[in-house]
T-cell receptor, first 114, second 113 residues
Framework: QQQVKQSPQSLIVQKGGISIINCAYENTAFDYFPWYQQFPGKGPALLIAIRPDVSEKKEGRFTISFNKSAKQFSLHIMDSQPGDSATYFCAAAYSGAGSYQLTFGKGTKLSVIP | DSGVTQTPKHLITATGQRVTLRCSPRSGDLSVYWYQQSLDQGLQFLIQYYNGEERAKGNILERFSAQQFPDLHSELNLSSLELGDSALYFC????????????FGPGTRLTVL
């Protein structure tokens, strides 16, 4: 059972454009939603994260939008740059279990073309 | 650089063999998580240790085991290896067992022939 569904699988965006990646979750107990960025040959790195008590969080060009009632959250990358080309993973965790084990989406490969 | 180190970087072995992957967490981090990344399954949580004790278990096979030592480094042991075990294995560390930010290491790529 896939608890976090991510789309699209791949995305091609022109430089300067907006990249949008969507995720949906099933477990309403999840209370922490991070996005990770992974470059080839590297481990995932935390990009930005949100908790369900806010509907939006912005850090630089990266924004998470969160819709608790729809159980969906999305990553927006404004003014996308070729250096943003990477694989992006959404994830979710439930802190009440005393562990922050992450459940990941399948990933979105983003290519930003000049 | 996340501060998490993993060795070896690459490992090639044969079916039926046993291997040990090593992870050193960031200085001061008490918690270590292990994840497996494969093309078909994506990134999956395997197991977590906190200050030497097992804290949570995910989709970890019985052929796999892990431990965390007093110096807080962790080892993931994979035995009776099968072709399907070929994957990237990441460890991540965090300060406590229930804080959010996990810092991932560069991974160990395991190839089972």
């Amino acid at each position: 059972q896939q608890q976090v569904k991510q789309s699209p699988q791949s995305l091609i965006v022109q430089k300067g454009g907006i990249s949008i990646i969507n995720c949906a979750y099933e477990n309403t107990a999840f209370d922490y939603f991070p996005w990770y960025q992974q470059f080839p040959g590297k481990g995932p790195a935390l990009l930005i994260a949100i908790r369900p008590d806010v509907s939006e969080k912005k850090e630089g060009r990266f924004t998470i939008s969160f819709n608790k009632s729809a159980k969906q959250f999305s990553l927006h990358i404004m003014d996308s740059q070729p250096g943003d080309s990477a694989t992006y993973f959404c994830a979710a965790a439930y802190s009440g279990a005393g562990s922050y084990q992450l459940t990941f989406g399948k990933g979105t490969k983003l290519s930003v073309i000049p | 650089d996340s501060g998490v180190t993993q060795t070896p970087k690459h490992l090639i072995t044969a079916t039926g063999q046993r291997v040990t992957l090593r992870c050193s967490p960031r200085s001061g981090d008490l918690s270590v998580y292990w994840y497996q990344q494969s093309l078909d399954q994506g990134l999956q949580f395997l197991i977590q240790y906190y200050n030497g004790e097992e804290r949570a278990k995910g989709n970890i096979l019985e052929r796999f085991s892990a431990q965390q030592f007093p110096d807080l480094h962790s080892e993931l042991n994979l035995s009776s290896l099968e072709l399907g075990d070929s994957a990237l294995y990441f460890c991540a560390s965090s300060v406590l067992g229930f804080t959010d930010t996990q810092y991932f290491g560069p991974g160990t790529r395991l190839t089972v022939l």
